[in-house]
Structures are given as structure tokens and as C-alpha cells.
Nanobody, 128 residues
Framework: DVQLQASGGGSVQTGRFLTLSCTAS????????IGWFRQAPGKEREAVSC????????FYSDSARGRFTISSENAKNTVYLQMRFLKPDDTAVYYC?????????????????????WGKGTLVTVSS
């Protein structure tokens, strides 16, 4: 079974940093793309960032670009999301997700309906 284990959430103050981790098992890591999504209370789940593990191609939503950095440590089947200068609007449950890295993967990676595998979320709370 494919499992995605997200960790690293917590409560921080505005302007602080936090790094989330997503460790995958049960899949061929290099054949997949890993994405981070988030869902704030009362809002739709939205894509934050995505990485093609085999070549480290990275992509970001407008809200994440410039503040968040996604990276992978392939030897550990782990993807990280470093979040800097956090704001209260970043408060959400963050989910990692995986899909096969094949034609159309980027479009799918930024669409919650295009994801094959979801992990359980990790809560990030940013207070002002």
C-alpha cells in the first residue's frame, strides 16, 4: 500500500519559519511527483507546490512562490516544504500527495482531483 506520512506542523507566530516533511512508502519514489496542498477552515483544498522527484522540477502557487521552497531527499523518499515568513493566511491543514510523473503530471499535480495518493494532514497554525 502507498503511504504518505506528513509531519512538521505546529503553531508559530507571524514571520517565523516551519519545515514540513512528507515520507513516502509503497511506491517507486523517482517515478512520481509529490505535491503539497492545504485546506483552511471553510475553504477548498488548494495546491501549494509540486516537485517532480526524478529531476527536481519545482512549481509553486502564487501564494507560495518566493516564501516556500520544496525539495526532495530521494535517498529517504522524503519531500520537504520549507515555509518562510509565515502569515496567518497560511493557517491550514497541509497534505502531501503523490501521482505518477507522466505526461500531464504538472497539471494534475495542481489539481486536487488529479492526485492518486493522499497522506493525512499536518496542521499549521500561524498567529499574529
Amino acid at each position: 500500500d502507498v503511504q504518505l506520512q506528513a509531519s512538521g506542523g505546529g503553531s508559530v507566530q507571524t514571520g517565523r519559519f516551519l519545515t514540513l516533511s512528507c515520507t513516502a512508502s509503497g511506491l517507486i519514489f523517482n517515478d512520481h511527483a509529490i505535491g503539497w496542498f492545504r485546506q483552511a477552515p471553510g475553504k477548498e483544498r488548494e495546491a501549494v507546490s509540486c516537485i517532480g522527484v526524478s529531476d527536481s522540477a519545482t512549481f509553486y502557487s502564487d501564494s507560495a512562490r518566493g516564501r516556500f521552497t520544496i525539495s526532495s531527499e530521494n535517498a529517504k523518499n522524503t519531500v520537504y516544504l520549507q515555509m518562510r515568513f509565515l502569515k496567518p493566511d497560511d493557517t491550514a491543514v497541509y497534505y502531501c500527495a503523490a501521482l505518477p510523473r507522466k505526461t500531464g503530471w504538472l497539471r494534475r499535480c495542481f489539481n486536487k482531483n488529479g492526485i492518486d495518493y493522499w497522506g493525512k494532514g499536518t496542521l499549521v497554525t500561524v498567529s499574529s
